[in-house]
């Protein structure tokens, strides 16, 4: 089986896009759907005075560079899916899970915001 092109989103009706687009990513591998509702941890390191810091590149294990790997996989995915003005929208985060949140907030709000949308229309 082959997987076409992730639907296209140029900033109009965007739940549409959001549902095709959560189907596109988990037929195309589940584990990419995964990392970004879960997002990327990468392992850190703890001084000896306490200070937590990301663990170096060059000190990743197989499991780490497997991560990375996924979350480049799944931030290729998404910015293959949007229009110059959306790409640039998410263009400096450094996860899918980031880029998936910033659209997320940006078309539905945050959850505040879906709250208050649902609380008034139950009103009306």
């Not at 089986?1 to 965007?14: R, V």
Request: aromatic share 8%; proline share 2%.
């Amino acid at each position: 089986m082959s997987i076409s092109n992730p639907p296209f989103f140029d900033g109009n009706n965007y739940s549409l896009w959001k549902a095709k687009m959560t189907i596109f990513i988990q037929a195309l591998d589940f584990n990419l759907w995964d990392l970004i509702i879960d997002g990327l941890e990468l392992t850190h390191i703890i001084s000896q005075e306490g200070i937590k810091t990301l663990k170096p590149r060059s000190s990743y294990t197989d499991d780490d560079r497997k991560k990375v790997q996924l979350n480049a996989k799944a931030k290729h995915v998404i910015i293959c899916a949007l229009n110059s003005n959306e790409f640039n929208r998410v263009s400096s985060c450094a996860t899918a899970k980031e880029m998936w949140d910033r659209l997320e907030v940006t078309y539905e709000g945050t959850d505040q915001v879906k709250d208050a949308k649902i609380n008034m229309l139950v009103r009306e």
